[in-house]
């Protein structure tokens, strides 16, 4: 039963029946935070957001216990709803991947909290679906391939009559699956669902699959023998299957961040009508890597730069430290060699479709700067620039635990300058 795992930190119980409608910045602020590291299982973070009382209550080592039984039992955060406020203890409605909790919190004058308890949801669960298929005909699709299987969703417009273009839609990197989600990190923003949905209402179809590293069976030694081209084989086969298929009138190849660089190089050779870089990178894996790493401590960026260091001369370095293990374990380091070596920029001026470059300001992962990069290696390319757009191609602040608050939110639309954008770019081309 969820109620014998449930997180108490000296929440004093609230006896009041009125309820503030409005929630207090703050109070969002720290349930924004909190769903960042517990989704990360930072438990030493979510540690340094108590303040004196609940750290006695929730000693830093219990902490990380009660944390890790929480994400083994009900998995993930995906959204906390505010339902109200009494007596200092705001109350919100806290949706796990495989339950719903009610959750209260208060805070400390510092900011700091003060209280923190989970309980089980007593009204009735209303879920809305992320991504309604009103326009889309979903069906599965798997492609048997000399590797395996790939596993995808085909989208079809309900009312079309005819022929219809189709858009491969390429993930971005890591473990992400079909609909643009991260189930391994916890998280589900439902981007490239959604994705579907809005190019299946403006008559376009679409193909989108999980990545290889969506595999359950993928073991250390499976993700040994993993290189880049693999996506790309990957890509160009499901490219030849809907260039087949009857059904299509033409085949545009749709890719996000580092999906982008996995499409660039599907279209050498193959039958795509045009190319679609959505928050695409300009630079190669290794600066991506340490650019990422300039938020982090010292001590980690140096220990990332002597792995890549060592990758840089084609060897595979057997020592890795555990503060990098999860991007640069011995396992993957072979994938992230073949990764280093190639260049967007010398790729995409090698292409022949016509290209559409897509770059949001607000994105925190990948700047408009690459965009820029992109455009001025391939002068005609058209690059469009969305305003207040972010990595999971949403309408988001700048203020980074609200941005990165919209990467657990699948009920939040894609931002619609997007959809226009890729709808009129599609029925462009030859």
Not at 364 to 387: F, M, P, R, Y
């Amino acid at each position: 039963m969820i109620k014998k795992l449930l997180w108490i930190v000296c929440l004093v119980a609230c006896t009041a029946s009125a309820f503030a409608q409005t929630e207090p910045t703050a109070y969002r602020s720290v349930v924004n935070r909190f769903m960042l590291y517990y989704n990360r299982n930072q438990a030493d973070s979510v540690f340094a957001m108590f303040g004196p009382e609940a750290k006695a209550t929730m000693p830093v080592e219990k902490n990380r216990q009660v944390l890790t039984q929480l994400q083994a039992q009900i998995g993930g955060l995906q959204q906390a709803t505010f339902a109200g406020m009494a007596q200092n203890v705001a109350t919100y409605k806290a949706d796990f991947q495989k339950s719903t909790l009610t959750m209260k919190i208060s805070l400390a004058n510092d900011g700091k909290i003060s209280g923190l308890f989970f309980d089980n949801y007593q009204s009735a669960k209303t879920n809305v679906p992320a991504a309604a298929s009103l326009g889309a005909n979903e069906m599965p699709l798997s492609v048997k391939t000399l590797a395996g299987t790939i596993n995808g969703t085909l989208a079809l417009p309900k009312q079309a009559t005819g022929k219809v273009p189709v858009v491969l839609i390429v993930a971005a990197s890591g473990a992400t699956d079909r609909d643009g989600n991260k189930p391994k990190l916890n998280l589900m923003p439902d981007t490239y669902k959604l994705l579907a949905t809005n190019l299946a209402q403006n008559g376009i179809a679409s193909l989108r699959y999980d990545k290889r590293q969506v595999d359950p069976t993928l073991t250390a030694a499976k993700e040994k023998n993993m290189h880049f081209s693999d996506l790309v084989d990957d890509a160009v086969t499901l490219v030849t299957q809907l260039h087949d298929d009857p059904r299509f009138s033409k085949v545009v190849v749709l890719g996000h961040s580092e999906g982008s660089l996995v499409g660039m190089l599907t279209c050498d050779g193959q039958p795509v009508n045009g190319f679609i870089s959505v928050e695409g990178e300009s630079e190669s894996g290794d600066k991506i890597l340490m650019e990422e790493a300039k938020a982090q401590p010292e001590f980690i960026r140096n220990n990332l730069k002597a792995v890549i260091d060592t990758m840089r001369k084609g060897k595979v370095n057997e020592v890795v430290d555990p503060s990098i293990y999860s991007i640069a374990r011995t396992s993957i380091q072979p994938y992230l060699m073949s990764w280093m070596y190639i260049d967007p920029i010398k790729v995409i001026k090698r292409m022949k479709q016509p290209i559409l470059l897509i770059q949001g300001t607000n994105d925190l992962q990948v700047s408009t700067a690459n965009g820029e990069k992109l455009k001025k290696a391939k002068s005609e390319a058209k690059l469009v620039t969305i305003t207040g757009m972010n990595y999971v191609l949403r309408d988001a602040p700048t203020e980074t635990e609200r941005n990165i608050a919209t990467y657990n939110q699948p009920g939040l639309p894609l931002k619609p300058e997007l959809i226009t954008t890729i709808v009129d770019f599609v029925n462009s081309l030859k």
